[in-house]
T-cell receptor, first 115, second 119 residues
Framework: AAGVIQSPRHLIKEKRETATLKCYPI?????VYWYQQGPGQDPQFLIS???????DKGSIPDRFSAQQFSDYHSELNMSSLELGDSALYFC??????????????FGNGTRLTVT | AQTVTQSQPEMSVQEAETVTLSCTYD???????LFWYKQPPSRQMILVIR??????QNATENRFSVNFQKAAKSFSLKISDSQLGDTAMYFC????????????????FGTGTRLQVTL
């Protein structure tokens, strides 16, 4: 079965640079979530989109922005990168909307290293 | 806001034995969903099992089962016949239901329990 696809798998950037992470949800899934997982920590919710509109916002820095496109894929844009942004970034997808509450299916993550 | 607590940072179990991982949560919602996710060394996040709060019957998935105590707000995971491949970080997670079109329910994770299965 098709899974959530994230690219790139690994990314190395320098401080103050910009990074773009991409996420392709499971076909027919209309909801995308972004999570950040620091070393030895639990995943922290950043932002979610349902039907191309922002649905919920968590602890996402102002330096980060995201959107969901017409084909339901999503991109997380990160600017002015800091050393503390080094983490594993997960994208997850689900079937959203009232009453569905389907479980989140995660991609393999993008490991971002900021040097 | 919902909180999820996993009080066991690390646990160890011998192969073929049974182990139980604890999870408690706090919420004012009457209906919600609880999950256990597994994160092996590959760092993939894999859904292990799901429980809907309005269902009294405990969920089971092969060797994995839960003990859901709604009144106590407890949601433990039992792994039977442990295998080396079960070695992973296990996260308990909470999701409240969507009520409005245009919203998406996010997961709130606990801090995880690192499980080591030994020979």
């Amino acid at each position: 079965a098709a899974g959530v696809i994230q690219s790139p798998r690994h990314l190395i950037k320098e401080k103050r640079e910009t990074a773009t992470l991409k996420c392709y949800p499971i076909p027919r899934h209309d909801t995308v979530y972004w999570y950040q997982q620091g070393p030895g920590q639990d995943p922290q919710f950043l932002i979610s989109f349902y039907e191309k509109m922002q649905s919920d916002k968590g602890s996402i820095p102002d330096r980060f922005s995201a959107q969901q496109f017409s084909d339901y894929h999503s991109e997380l844009n990160m600017s002015s990168l800091e050393l503390g942004d080094s983490a594993l970034y997960f994208c997850a997808s689900s079937l959203g909307g009232t009453g569905k509450n389907s479980p989140l299916h995660f991609g393999n993550g993008t490991r971002l290293t900021v040097t | 806001a919902q909180t999820v607590t996993q009080s066991q940072p690390e646990m160890s179990v011998q192969e073929a034995e049974t182990v139980t991982l604890s999870c408690t949560y706090d919420t004012s919602e009457s209906n919600y969903y609880l999950f256990w996710y597994k994160q092996p060394p590959s760092r993939q996040m894999i859904l292990v099992i799901r429980q809907e709060a309005y269902k009294q019957q405990n969920a089971t998935e092969n060797r994995f089962s839960v003990n859901f105590q709604k009144a106590a707000k407890s949601f433990s995971l039992k792994i039977s016949d442990s295998q080396l491949g079960d070695t992973a970080m296990y996260f308990c997670a909470f999701m409240k239901p969507t009520r409005h079109t245009g919203t998406a329910s996010k997961l709130t994770f606990g801090t995880g329990t690192r499980l080591q299965v030994t020979l």
